[in-house]
């Protein structure tokens, strides 16, 4: 009488392949659920100083140029936020755009976008409003919708600028410049310098 073949033996799975498998879910969960911590104050703290320059230059300027002073200073803070942020996320190990950090750039990005859009609207002359009470109140909402993915200091930030511009909206039109001097000159720069002290740059 002929025995039955045994089944063939399998060869056992590696531990460490498992183990990487783990590790890896464990930590693309918890960049989901974390806080996005790459904002640099420093970076903001720089970036006000460009705002306020900004305003100094377009305290003598009107028209087209006083538009192409703060439009400059935006793209060079812009840049300027984007390269810090990444410095300190380097720094830290981490992946600049990780989940919240993808969350905090949708979130930012849709009322920048209105914000672009508006402006266009302004100078082809399809629209009429007070340019800084719209960048104030836009930047704020885009800051403290996206400050949801941060520490505590950015939504507050967020809100004060939209409190400015409201401010702006109603205030008159010569006293938009010195508002957006306080606002993304002043409010950088404090709430970057909280930042820079509580949360590693």
Request: hydrophobic fraction near 55%; aromatic fraction near 8%.
């Amino acid at each position: 009488m002929s025995l039955p073949n045994p089944a063939p033996r399998r060869d056992p799975v590696p531990i460490h392949g498992q183990a990487i498998d783990n590790l890896r879910y464990i930590r693309e969960t918890m960049e989901r659920a974390g806080s996005f911590t790459a904002i640099s104050g420093w970076g903001m703290i720089a970036m006000g100083v460009i705002a306020l320059v900004a305003a100094a230059l377009a305290t003598r300027a009107q028209g087209v140029a006083w538009l192409a002073i703060w439009l400059g200073a935006a793209l060079v803070a812009l840049a300027i936020g984007l390269g810090t942020a990444d410095r300190k996320a380097r720094a830290a190990g981490m992946p600049l755009f990780n989940g919240p950090g993808r969350s905090f750039v949708y979130c930012f990005s849709v009322p920048a976008l209105v914000a672009m859009l508006t402006t266009i609207a302004v100078i082809v002359g399809a629209a009429s409003v007070k340019l800084p009470a719209l960048w104030l109140l836009l930047y704020g909402t885009g800051i403290a919708s996206a400050g949801a993915f941060s520490v505590r200091s950015v939504p507050a930030m967020g809100l004060g600028f939209v409190a400015l511009g409201g401010v702006a909206l109603f205030a008159p039109a010569s006293w938009g410049n010195a508002l957006l001097a306080l606002g993304f000159g002043g409010l950088h720069m404090v709430f970057g310098y909280r930042i820079a002290r509580k949360h590693g740059g």
